[in-house]
């Protein structure tokens, strides 16, 4: 609407701008036109006129002269005749009636002369015919017309090319705006609905105009483009639901890989319980013991099995498939319950776990599943990169920094857990490619390349992101930075 609003002010303005010029050119005209058609009458009536006097005043002198010019008045009603000197003379009564110089210089010599003068608010035209008098002196025959009827006529003009003018801008006006809302304003809204349903995400909707012009041509291609739109948008969604799919795959066949190298590794740990519940649980049938001695193997057995179904049971569930939903959760307890789940297999290489972390809540909201997989996959790496045994120092803590991808000067709460161990370290040349995927320098039994690939792009995906480096005194150092939640 505001578009052919605008189309109309600007046609109504050139209109009245076209209108203005046009008619001031015609009053111009009719004025000049009118001035002209009395300078011809004054020509005419005075060279007329002059003969006669000039005559009279050789037969029968000025008082003669003067009497018929008085008789003469009385025939023009509109023309007033007077007789006037043109040599300076002190008589008042016969001076030129417009104070021109161009009269004050007109000789008998001069050719006739009009001028327009306004004296008193009276605008009139003043025509002079020279007219030889007697010998000492020359006069002229001042013929004056009033120049109101001129004026009426201006006026009349004027009012009435107004009034025409508003009856055709009123008239332009009312067919432009309804042409502009026919042809402009509601094709143009259509058009911006289409628009907005294409950013809203609905790009099945389509727009049609009756009409044949250019925003007719401008629907169709909105048309194909929302359908060139919602094909590419389905590809996209397969592709990301594909993708998503086989990264899940990915980060499901990592963790039973952990799983299975826990597995070995925890075979040790599961077997001495069980030749322990063996040797007891046969103490006990063969009635080798009795009385508080059976008492007491029970319990052992009973402690036993505990302990074997914890560490089974830790495993089983680091193994199995969980929902991507994300929850607020304090990464300390994360950290506690995934250094629990390896310290069988730390223990067995003589490592030793060391934990720092901040007395109060560090929460973050991520989904606790899938940084329990990213910790457990960096502290396997340390665990196996220390064959000769060590300490592995995790950290917990909060830090306040600015993230990868934000300007400079703009910080960030993050939850910060560090992991660091006393191995030989990462040459320099494989720092750069440890995120890449199948990627790795361990042999086929202990790593596919997966972990830190896909530990990567778990942090990356709930808004961290890891940093790697080795540490001054020897070992490496992987810090995994996530989004910190503040209380209120």
């Given at each position: 609407?505001?578009?052919?609003?605008?189309?109309?002010?600007?046609?109504?303005?050139?209109?009245c701008i076209v209108w203005a010029g046009a008619s001031y050119t015609r009053v111009k005209r009719e004025i000049a036109l009118f001035e002209s058609d009395m300078r011809r009458d004054h020509m005419a009536v005075g060279r007329d006129l002059g003969e006669a006097i000039t005559t009279l005043w050789r037969l029968a002198g000025?008082?003669?002269?003067?009497?018929?010019?008085?008789?003469?008045?009385?025939?023009?009603?509109?023309?007033?005749?007077?007789?006037?000197?043109?040599?300076?003379?002190?008589?008042?009564?016969?001076?030129?009636?417009?104070?021109?110089?161009?009269?004050?210089?007109?000789?008998?010599?001069?050719?006739?002369?009009?001028?327009?003068?306004?004296?008193?608010?009276?605008?009139?035209?003043?025509?002079?015919?020279?007219?030889?008098?007697?010998?000492?002196?020359?006069?002229?025959?001042?013929?004056?017309?009033?120049?109101?009827?001129?004026?009426?006529?201006?006026?009349?003009?004027?009012?009435?090319?107004?009034?025409?003018?508003?009856?055709?801008?009123?008239?332009?006006?009312?067919?432009?705006?309804?042409?502009?809302?026919?042809?402009?304003?509601?094709?143009?809204?259509?058009?911006?609905?289409?628009?907005?349903?294409?950013?809203?995400?609905?790009?099945?909707?389509?727009?049609?105009?009756?009409?044949?012009?250019?925003?007719?041509?401008?629907?169709?291609?909105?048309?194909?483009?929302?359908?060139?739109?919602?094909?590419?948008?389905?590809?996209?969604?397969?592709?990301?639901?594909?993708?998503?799919?086989?990264?899940?795959?990915?980060?499901?066949?990592?963790?039973?890989?952990?799983?299975?190298?826990?597995?070995?590794?925890?075979?040790?740990?599961?077997?001495?319980?069980?030749?322990?519940?063996?040797?007891?649980?046969?103490?006990?049938?063969?009635?080798?013991?009795?009385?508080?001695?059976?008492?007491?193997?029970?319990?052992?057995?009973?402690?036993?099995?505990?302990?074997?179904?914890?560490?089974?049971?830790?495993?089983?569930?680091?193994?199995?498939?969980?929902?991507?939903?994300?929850?607020?959760?304090?990464?300390?307890?994360?950290?506690?319950?995934?250094?629990?789940?390896?310290?069988?297999?730390?223990?067995?290489?003589?490592?030793?776990?060391?934990?720092?972390?901040?007395?109060?809540?560090?929460?973050?909201?991520?989904?606790?599943?899938?940084?329990?997989?990213?910790?457990?996959?960096?502290?396997?790496?340390?665990?196996?990169?220390?064959?000769?045994?060590?300490?592995?120092?995790?950290?917990?803590?909060?830090?306040?920094?600015?993230?990868?991808?934000?300007?400079?000067?703009?910080?960030?709460?993050?939850?910060?857990?560090?992991?660091?161990?006393?191995?030989?370290?990462?040459?320099?040349?494989?720092?750069?490619?440890?995120?890449?995927?199948?990627?790795?320098?361990?042999?086929?039994?202990?790593?596919?390349?997966?972990?830190?690939?896909?530990?990567?792009?778990?942090?990356?995906?709930?808004?961290?992101?890891?940093?790697?480096?080795?540490?001054?005194?020897?070992?490496?150092?992987?810090?995994?930075?996530?989004?910190?939640?503040?209380?209120?």
């Open positions: 609407m505001r578009l052919s609003l605008k189309f109309t002010a600007a046609f109504v303005l050139v209109m000025e008082d003669q002269v003067l009497a018929f010019i008085a008789r003469t008045n009385e025939t023009k009603s509109q023309m007033l005749i007077r007789w006037v000197w043109l040599d300076g003379g002190q008589d008042t009564a016969f001076s030129p009636g417009a104070p021109d110089p161009e009269i004050a210089a007109m000789t008998l010599d001069s050719e006739p002369v009009s001028v327009v003068s306004t004296v008193d608010d009276d605008s009139r035209l003043y025509t002079y015919v020279p007219i030889p008098a007697d010998g000492n002196r020359w006069g002229a025959l001042e013929l004056s017309e009033s120049l109101s009827d001129r004026n009426r006529y201006v006026q009349t003009t004027l009012y009435r090319a107004v009034g025409a003018a508003l009856l055709i801008i009123t008239f332009s006006g009312v067919v432009s705006i309804v042409l502009g809302i026919l042809f402009v304003a509601r094709p143009v809204k259509a058009l911006i609905d289409k628009a907005r349903k294409a950013a809203s995400g609905d790009l099945t909707a389509k727009v049609y105009l009756r009409q044949s012009d250019e925003l007719s041509v401008l629907a169709g291609e909105l048309n194909a483009m929302t359908d060139r739109l919602a094909e590419t948008h389905t590809k996209l969604t397969n592709e990301v639901w594909a993708h998503r799919a086989t990264a899940d795959q990915l980060r499901h066949a990592n963790r039973l890989a952990t799983v299975g190298w826990l597995m070995s590794s925890v075979a040790h740990e599961l077997a001495t319980p069980l030749n322990v519940v063996h040797i007891r649980a046969k103490s006990i049938s063969s009635k080798a013991v009795g009385g508080e001695d059976a008492q007491e193997s029970a319990e052992i057995i009973v402690k036993q099995a505990a302990h074997m179904t914890a560490v089974v049971k830790g495993i089983l569930e680091f193994a199995r498939r969980r929902s991507p939903e994300r929850t607020e959760t304090d990464i300390r307890d994360v950290v506690q319950q995934t250094l629990s789940l390896l310290l069988p297999v730390a223990a067995k290489r003589g490592i030793q776990f060391t934990v720092s972390a901040a007395e109060k809540p560090l929460m973050a909201l991520v989904n606790s599943d899938q940084i329990q997989q990213v910790i457990s996959n960096l502290v396997v790496n340390s665990i196996q990169a220390m064959q000769h045994g060590g300490i592995i120092a995790v950290l917990v803590r909060s830090e306040t920094r600015t993230a990868e991808h934000d300007p400079p000067d703009e910080t960030r709460h993050f939850v910060c857990v560090t992991v660091e161990d006393g191995g030989p370290g990462i040459p320099e040349e494989h720092i750069d490619r440890l995120f890449e995927a199948f990627y790795t320098t361990k042999p086929p039994e202990e790593g596919t390349g997966l972990g830190l690939s896909i530990s990567a792009e778990i942090v990356r995906e709930q808004g961290g992101w890891i940093d790697v480096a080795n540490r001054p005194g020897g070992g490496a150092r992987f810090s995994v930075f996530l989004p910190q939640r503040i209380p209120i």
